[in-house]
């Protein structure tokens, strides 16, 4: 016993030696023995000092001037560093331009920048020499709270406090913007003063440093939100996030296949963060031959104006030729603080090859909802040419005629109804050809047409041929709250 435990302790003692080999060799000594001094010779500039220890030393040249001034939209807390001159540590293994094995040091700068170009006079710069480590944030390269995150449109919902714009492809972001379209706040990825009020994520602690961290889900590991495919384990593919976008009083609902709950300060507020499954599972072939099996979210979200009801439409789904559609011909909807799945409102939610219908309460390609300050519901009916109307309980109100409705926006304060037209894909279209309009209609007493116009899209396509996108690729919002 005394042999084995004297092998393993040599082994040991050995394996602590192999380690040490790998540190780097720094003394923990950081002060001068002589102050840095400077001494120029017309474009020469040498700067001398010694330390007491062999220590992590870093020369630069900076431009005090530029602390506190606007570049590219940033505003600079440091100065500028115009010249990076030396950084490591001294001792036998020192890299240039330090002198090896030596605590007393001379730097030359030759008055050049990092571009390796003449700076122009010398007088605003100032030599700085530190000693030790202490890094600091200081920014996030190449962000903008502007920049899009990829392939996919973004879903926007405009609310009092400012307009939110929300991504989903692998990674998420939701951000809000205020009615100028200024940048305001994030609300997803969350906030770290938040994380401990986001109830029902899944933490772990990680060894690096024992701290205690949410779990990022998905196969790329990337996103925390649950409501998406992107934080499927078992598929290397991007995924999709949030689908649609419901706001009222400060609340969030952010829905594809499940219901995220947030608040607009980045909380989940006193309920679990994850909500019911709002996605539909669509078997194979059910809108006809050749369409895929998938689950398939609603692309428009409305919630009712006491923040209690979530009601969703526009589930689509394809056939091998993407630019096959087929929709399902209903309105669903879940309580935001419920734990119910989605339930039909109107219409049905089972995929079948049935065309929908014509009746009041049928559809035939519904694509888009939203609610009125009384609670009324009001649905796009496309293939249809008309809006229907129900109250909370699901009673046919009134039917408004309107011309290929692929998205309706209610103005919070007037109650005037907004229709936005242009060509959806889906299986009972044709060749029929769709231009982009924009209609407003006055209230739900009298929905007179008051203006229409073209609407200016991006990339429209009118009819069916070579329309890949089929037309789920635009995105409007109406925002009620602008002058």
């Known amino acids: 016993m005394l042999a084995v435990f004297a092998t393993l302790l040599q082994s040991a003692v050995h394996a602590a030696s192999d380690y040490e080999e790998f540190q780097v060799k720094r003394e923990q000594v950081f002060e001068f023995a002589e102050k840095p001094s400077v001494r120029q010779s017309g474009d020469r500039v040498e700067i001398r000092f010694e330390t007491k220890g062999f220590c992590d030393v870093t020369v630069a040249i900076e431009d005090a001037a530029e602390k506190g001034t606007l570049t590219s939209g940033y505003l600079v807390p440091f100065p500028r560093i115009v010249r990076h001159l030396a950084s490591g540590v001294l001792g036998p293994n020192a890299p240039g331009p330090f002198q090896k094995d030596s605590k007393k040091q001379v730097i030359v700068w030759d008055s050049k920048n990092d571009k390796g170009e003449y700076v122009e006079s010398?007088?605003?710069?100032?030599?700085?020499?530190?000693?030790?480590?202490?890094?600091?944030?200081?920014?996030?390269?190449?962000?903008?709270?502007?920049?899009?995150?990829?392939?996919?449109?973004?879903?926007?919902?405009?609310?009092?406090?400012?307009?939110?714009?929300?991504?989903?492809?692998a990674v998420d972001h939701v951000r809000l913007f205020d009615h100028q379209g200024n940048y305001l706040r994030t609300i997803y990825p969350f906030p770290a003063d938040k994380i401990e009020k986001v109830f029902g994520l899944q933490m772990h602690r990680f060894i690096q440093n024992g701290t205690t961290l949410p779990l990022k889900q998905g196969y790329h590991q990337a996103t925390l939100l649950t409501c998406g495919s992107n934080n499927n384990t078992g598929s290397s593919a991007?995924?999709?996030?949030?689908?649609?976008?419901?706001?009222?009083?400060?609340?969030?609902?952010?829905?594809?296949?499940?219901?995220?709950?947030?608040?607009?300060?980045?909380?989940?507020?006193?309920?679990?963060?994850?909500?019911?499954?709002?996605?539909?599972?669509?078997?194979?072939?059910?809108?006809?031959f050749g369409y895929l099996e998938c689950d398939t979210g609603p692309l428009s979200a409305a919630m009712s104006p006491d923040g209690k009801w979530v009601y969703m439409t526009g589930y689509q789904f394809t056939a091998q030729d993407t630019r096959t559609r087929g929709w399902l011909n209903g309105v669903g909807r879940v309580a935001y603080e419920g734990d119910d799945a989605v339930s039909a409102f109107a219409g049905s939610l089972e995929p079948a090859q049935t065309p929908g219908g014509?009746?009041?309460?049928?559809?035939?390609?519904?694509?888009?909802?939203?609610c009125d300050a009384q609670g009324r519901v009001y649905v796009a009916n496309y293939m249809n040419d008309r809006l229907q109307v129900f109250d909370p309980a699901g009673k046919h109100l009134k039917t408004i005629a309107v011309s290929k409705p692929a998205?309706?926006?209610?103005?919070?304060?007037?109650?005037?109804?907004f229709v936005f037209s242009w060509f959806l894909s889906n299986r009972f279209i044709g060749e029929e050809r769709v231009e982009p309009v924009y209609t407003h209609l006055g209230p739900f007493e009298d929905p007179r047409v008051k203006t229409k116009c073209p609407l200016p899209l991006t990339a429209h396509g009118s009819t069916g041929s070579w329309n890949a996108a089929g037309g789920i690729q635009h995105r409007v919002e109406l925002d009620s709250w602008t002058e």
């Open 122 to 169: 010398k007088d605003p710069f100032t030599v700085r020499v530190s000693l030790g480590l202490k890094p600091r944030f200081e920014r996030t390269l190449f962000w903008s709270p502007h920049k899009r995150i990829g392939i996919l449109y973004p879903v926007i919902r405009a609310a009092q406090e400012g307009v939110y714009v929300c991504e989903g492809y």
């Open 238 to 288: 991007e995924g999709y996030g949030v689908s649609a976008l419901a706001a009222r009083n400060g609340r969030l609902a952010l829905v594809h296949l499940k219901l995220n709950r947030l608040r607009s300060d980045g909380s989940s507020g006193a309920m679990q963060f994850e909500g019911p499954r709002t996605g539909i599972h669509i078997p194979k072939h059910a809108g006809g």
């Open 358 to 370: 014509t009746a009041d309460g049928q559809f035939r390609v519904p694509t888009s909802v939203a």
């Open 407 to 417: 998205s309706v926006a209610i103005h919070r304060k007037t109650g005037d109804i």
